[in-house]
C-alpha cells in the first residue's frame, strides 16, 4: 500500500490489495461478466470485438486501473492518468451516465459480495463504508451527473462532500452521506432494481459471455479446477443473470464441488487468520 491510501478509503484498499486480493480479482471478474446481462453495455463491448478476441487483455486492463485507483489514489500522478483514460474510453456514442453508474456499481459491489459469500472472512462495516466512499469519489472523478433514480445514495449532499485528497478525495462531508444516507446498502438496491428493468438476453451478451468463461476465467481459478471454469463460472452466477446471458445451472454435483472447494479455501485461509467478523445475513 502507498501513501495514496492514508486516506478515508485506506481500510478497503487494505482488504482489496492485502486482505483478499484473489477474492477481490474473481469478485471484479464477476461484476465485469455482469455488466453483460445489460443489452445497450453487451453491445458496446462486442462492437470492439476486444472482449471477444482477448478477453483477458481487456479485463486485465480494467483490474489494472482500478486496483491502481485504490491503491494509489485518485489524485495520485498514476490515478489522474488512469482517470483521464476511462473519460476517454466512455466518451463516446450509446453510452450513458446511467449505465456508468451502473457499471461502477458492479465494480464496488461484486467483489465484496464474493468476499462475503467465499471469503475466510467477511466484510467489516468499517471496510464497506470505505468501498463507498471510493465508490463516491471515482464517480465524482469521472465526473458522472446525479441521476434523480439513485433516490439520493449516489447524489446529493453525498457526492458534493467528496473532493480530492492523496486518498482520493473523500472528505468530511462525503463521510457524512455514509452516515445519513445507506451507502453501499442503497447503490446495491438502485442496482438490483436497475437490472430487474434491463436485463435481458442478447447476441452480444451471450457472445461475451462465451469468450469469458472460457478464456478469462480459467486462469482465474486454482489450477485444478481450471479445466471447469465454464461450469465453474456458470454456478457463481445468480438466477437473474443466468437467464440474462441464457446459461444453464450447472448439475447439482457441479455446483456441490465449487461449493466444497470454495469453502476448503476459505476455511484453510480462516485458520492463517482467525479474525472473528460475523458474516452478512
Known amino acids: 500500500m502507498t501513501a495514496g491510501t492514508r486516506g478515508a478509503y485506506r481500510a478497503y484498499a487494505r482488504l482489496v490489495l492485502e486482505t483478499m486480493p484473489e477474492e477481490s480479482r474473481v469478485g471484479l471478474t464477476l461484476g465485469f461478466v455482469r455488466t453483460f446481462g445489460i443489452p445497450d453495455i453487451a453491445r458496446v463491448l462486442a462492437a470492439t470485438g476486444r472482449m471477444t478476441n482477448e478477453p483477458r487483455g481487456r479485463a486485465k486492463a480494467t483490474g489494472v ?5 485504490i491503491g494509489k489514489g485518485l489524485d495520485s500522478e498514476d490515478g489522474r492518468r488512469v482517470v483521464d483514460g476511462l473519460r476517454r474510453v466512455h466518451d463516446r456514442p450509446g453510452i450513458t451516465p446511467e449505465l456508468m453508474h451502473y457499471v461502477l456499481a458492479c465494480f464496488t459491489v461484486c467483489p465484496l459480495r464474493f468476499i462475503d459469500a467465499h471469503g475466510h472472512r467477511a466484510v467489516t462495516e468499517a471496510e464497506r463504508d470505505a468501498a463507498y466512499l471510493f465508490h463516491l469519489s471515482l464517480a465524482d472523478a469521472l465526473g458522472m451527473p446525479e441521476l ?7 447524489a446529493g449532499e453525498a457526492t458534493g462532500g467528496a473532493t480530492g485528497d492523496a486518498a482520493g478525495g473523500a472528505t468530511g462531508d462525503a ?8 451507502g453501499l446498502a ?9 437490472e430487474t428493468r434491463h436485463f435481458a438476453p442478447t447476441d452480444a451478451g451471450r457472445a461475451l459471455w462465451a469468450a469469458t468463461s472460457k478464456g478469462l476465467l480459467a486462469a482465474r481459478l486454482p489450477a485444478p479446477l481450471a479445466p471447469l471454469a465454464s461450469v465453474f463460472a456458470a454456478s457463481l452466477l445468480d438466477r437473474p443473470l443466468r437467464e440474462a446471458l441464457t446459461v444453464r445451472r ?26 472473528p467478523v460475523t458474516r452478512r445475513p
Open 65 to 69: 486501473a482500478m486496483f491502481t485507483l
Open 186 to 194: 442503497g447503490v446495491e438496491r438502485w442496482m438490483r432494481d436497475y
Open 250 to 275: 450447472p448439475p447439482a454435483p457441479v455446483r456441490a464441488l465449487v461449493t466444497y472447494a470454495l469453502r476448503a479455501r476459505a476455511r484453510a485461509r480462516r485458520r492463517a487468520d482467525p479474525t
Open 148 to 154: 434523480s433514480s439513485l433516490d439520493g445514495e449516489l
Open 175 to 182: 463521510a457524512g452521506g455514509v452516515a445519513g444516507a445507506d
